[in-house]
């Protein structure tokens, strides 16, 4: 009954999570933090990014350490990588989360976007898993979680670099799985379908909105919170043989032909 109570417990754990000062990133981090784990945020906008680690700590009483950091800029996620560690003394859980789309036709996909959004959702990704894994490696215990998406399973039209890099980063978590689970390191993607942040929200028209929230067996779009439980599992001794897959958390939208 106790190894029960505690399979989700994630006290003494430290995690790292990108692009935490809202959405899907904080919500994450809400939840890490409620299962005990201190926390290492950072996004883009230095005053969004502070007033979102006080929030979190002065909810849950854990440590919340934070920086602004550009993830499309190599030299910014070297320093997070170093900070976290110096911070927190050590990295175990890793949640690659930063993101964003910018939705084109492929015969209208400009240079700059297509290599923004390569560097932003697939390399750093990379970058800051490499940087991190050398300490779970040490310790002979780790998770990194990759925060793909449905977008990287199937897709639509105008999304041709977000599914490219979404897909690629279920593609790294297959080998890094492979490389890693030696050392006792899980890596993982979660799959999100239609959840109601600041990115669709922004990029959809409203019938956009509605049609995706159609698709779904729930008729809705969900919140941020409800991926909570699934980075969680991953995170958790929950998930200590979950390792080189992908979670989806869609609401059944995949589910459906027509």
Same mark, same amino acid.
């Given at each position: 009954m106790a190894y029960q109570q505690t399979i989700f417990d994630l006290s003494g754990r430290s995690a790292v999570i990108t692009g935490g000062s809202r959405g899907i990133g904080k919500a994450i981090a809400t939840g890490f933090a409620q299962a005990g784990a201190d926390l290492f945020l950072c996004s883009r906008k230095e005053d969004e990014i502070r007033t979102a680690a006080e929030e979190i700590h002065n909810q849950t009483g854990v440590r %919340?350490?934070?920086?602004a950091a550009d993830m /499309?800029?190599?030299?910014? %996620?070297?320093r997070l990588a170093d900070l976290a560690i110096q911070r927190l003394g050590k990295v175990d859980i890793l949640v690659n989360n930063a993101g964003w789309n910018i939705p084109q036709p492929i015969d209208a996909i400009r240079d700059e976007d297509w290599d923004y959004l390569l560097e932003l959702n697939l390399t750093s990704? +990379? /970058?800051l898993t490499r940087? %991190? %894994? !050398? &300490?779970m490696k040490e310790r002979r215990w780790g998770r990194v979680i990759h925060i793909s998406s449905i977008m &990287?399973? /199937?897709s639509t039209p105008q999304r041709n670099a977000y599914s490219a890099t979404k897909s690629a980063l279920i593609g790294m978590a297959k080998a890094s799985a492979l490389d890693l689970g030696p050392f006792g390191i899980t890596v993982n993607c979660i799959a999100p379908g239609p959840i109601a942040t600041e +990115? !669709? +929200?922004s990029i959809l028209s409203k019938p956009q909105q509605d049609a995706l929230a159609a698709r779904t067996a729930m008729n809705r779009w969900a919140r941020p919170e409800e991926l909570i439980g699934a980075a969680l599992l991953l995170a958790s001794e929950a998930g200590s043989?979950?390792?080189g897959t992908v979670i989806v958390v869609d609401g059944g939208a995949l589910a459906r032909i027509f």
């Open positions: %919340v350490e934070y920086t /499309a800029k190599r030299d910014d %996620v070297r990704c +990379m /970058a940087a %991190v %894994v !050398p &300490g &990287g399973l /199937a +990115m !669709p +929200m043989y979950i390792t």
